[in-house]
């Protein structure tokens, strides 16, 4: 089994910061640094989009346009985490966040690509 547990959504003012955690666990994923991994979101009647990405050996990033300059992705291999920071926060970013752990070499930004799924974690960014 896998697992990948997000934590640190909340409730935050325009302009503010917060700092997203995937920790990923489970048998299978002993080779937790084979896999790039990805965070994505959902706000309430829209489709799922690609937020940020990260090698498997932390050493590309990529990321949406909307987020870059603001959100930094990064990976600690030691812990099976993956972190998303997020700063400059605006209330488009209010959605829930799930990251996403792909068994290759490249990030990509289509979910379907992806082989494990975290329940996800809800950000909400007042006016």
């Known amino acids: 089994q896998v697992q990948l547990v997000e934590s640190g959504g909340g409730l935050v003012q325009a302009g503010g910061s917060l700092r997203l955690s995937c920790a990923a666990s489970g048998r299978t994923f002993s080779r937790y640094a084979s896999y790039a991994m990805g965070w994505f979101r959902q706000a309430p009647g829209k489709e799922r989009e690609f937020v940020a990405g990260?090698?498997?050996?932390?050493?590309?990033?990529y990321y949406a346009d909307s987020v870059k300059g603001r959100f930094t992705i990064y990976r600690d291999n030691a812990k099976n985490t993956v972190y998303l920071q997020m700063n400059s926060l605006k209330p488009d970013d209010t959605a829930v966040y799930s990251c996403a752990a792909r068994d290759g070499v490249v990030v990509v930004t289509d979910g379907g690509r992806y082989d494990h799924w975290g329940q996800g974690t809800q950000v909400t960014v007042s006016s």
């Open positions: 990260i090698s498997r050996n932390g050493g590309s990033t």
